[in-house]
């Protein structure tokens, strides 16, 4: 089983930037796609990029491209996800997921971390 724990959330002004980590255990990551999705309160989940490991190759939404980076740092067995120009609509719960690089669902999931901007 593939284990994650997101860290780094908390509370930011609007304008300002935050770093969250997703530490993963229990597989290669060389062989996972690594996922950062996030819950407004009340609304749907919804995906905010992904890392495909062995490749470096990443992907965002039109909503956050430009503003938020995913980075990995094998040594520490880390996904990272760097925000900035941080707006009151980012604010969420953040989830970091994993599937295997062949695979299209998350099959791994954090716990999540809260993150809330404030103006």
């Known amino acids: 089983q593939v284990q994650l724990v997101e860290s780094g959330g908390g509370l930011v002004q609007a304008g300002g930037s935050l770093r969250l980590s997703c530490a993963v255990s229990?597989?290669?990551?060389?062989?996972?796609?690594v996922g950062w999705f996030r819950q407004p309160p009340g609304k749907e989940r919804e995906f905010v990029g992904r890392i495909t490991w062995s490749t470096g190759y990443t992907y965002y939404p039109d909503s956050v491209k430009g503003r938020f980076t995913i980075s990995r740092d094998n040594a520490k067995n880390t996904v990272y996800l760097e925000m900035n120009s941080l707006k009151p609509e980012d604010t969420a719960v953040y989830y970091c997921?994993?599937?295997?690089?062949?695979?299209?669902?998350?099959?791994?999931w954090g716990q999540g971390t809260q993150v809330t901007v404030s103006s």
């Open positions: 997921g994993a599937r295997l690089a062949s695979a299209t669902d998350y099959r791994y």
């Open positions: 229990g597989r290669t990551l060389s062989s996972l796609t």
